[in-house]
């Protein structure tokens, strides 16, 4: 199921309840807030986000495997007038030229996206992708659903994202958003790690 075909198909027949049609508010927050530096976003899908931390100065590359969510990126990339370097890869698999590169890894629905049994791996190229002190932005979703119903999107726990990370991670921050989109507020927890 997580495949390029699966999302195109997706995105093709307007299956994309996910997308916001704009950029997330608390990545408009943290991306005024934080130092600025380099970010990789990962399942940027059409790219509101990879363009806002673009206006506020970071450098950005911004990763997707389907065609046409990185098409649309790219057309927003231009209407703001901003470079983003998008690349069009499977995180799994990602070019080794990213490897160890970034400040910042940016995750929204991408990691609900995947089979949770790829979780581990998901950690481990996030780490890989970062430079030594690099942070991982992750805005986790969905808290409020189990895993037995299915996915994506598939359910996630506090617990779990606790379990996963600390073992190479060190919790910077947690905060359960009051400035998530209506919909999601209660369903989402901002946790910032950084790479022990
Ligand atoms: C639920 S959408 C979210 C898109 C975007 N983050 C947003 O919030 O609008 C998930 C995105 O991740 C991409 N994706 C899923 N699995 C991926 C993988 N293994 N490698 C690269 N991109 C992936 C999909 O193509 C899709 O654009």
């Known amino acids: 199921m997580n495949t390029p075909e699966f999302w195109e198909a997706c995105y093709e027949s307007e299956m994309d309840g996910w997308d916001l049609g704009g950029p997330t508010p608390v990545f408009q927050r943290l991306?005024?807030?934080i130092p600025k530096g380099s970010i990789c976003v990962i399942g940027c899908g059409?790219?509101?986000?990879?363009?806002?931390f673009a206006k506020e100065g970071f450098d950005v590359t911004a990763i997707d495997f389907t065609e046409i969510a990185l098409s649309a990126a790219k057309e927003n990339a231009k209407r703001a007038n901003v470079d983003i370097n998008f690349v069009q890869a499977d995180i799994f698999d990602i070019p080794k030229n990213l490897h160890y590169s970034f400040d910042y890894v940016m995750e929204y629905t991408c990691f609900c996206a995947i089979s949770p049994l790829r979780r581990f791996e998901?950690?481990?190229?996030?780490w890989q992708l970062l430079k030594p002190d690099g942070k991982l932005?992750?805005?986790?979703?969905p808290l409020d659903k189990e895993l037995e119903e299915g996915g994506p999107p598939w359910g996630?726990?506090?617990e779990e994202l606790y379990k996963l990370f600390e073992l190479h991670w060190e919790l910077v921050s947690e905060e359960m958003p009051r400035d998530s989109i209506s919909k999601r507020v209660d369903r989402e927890i901002l946790l910032v790690w950084k790479k022990k």
């Open 156 to 158: 996630v726990t506090k």
């Open 31 to 33: 991306a005024s807030d």
């Open 46 to 52: 059409r790219g509101y986000d990879a363009v806002t």
């Open 137 to 141: 932005l992750g805005l986790f979703l």
């Open 122 to 126: 998901y950690d481990r190229i996030v």
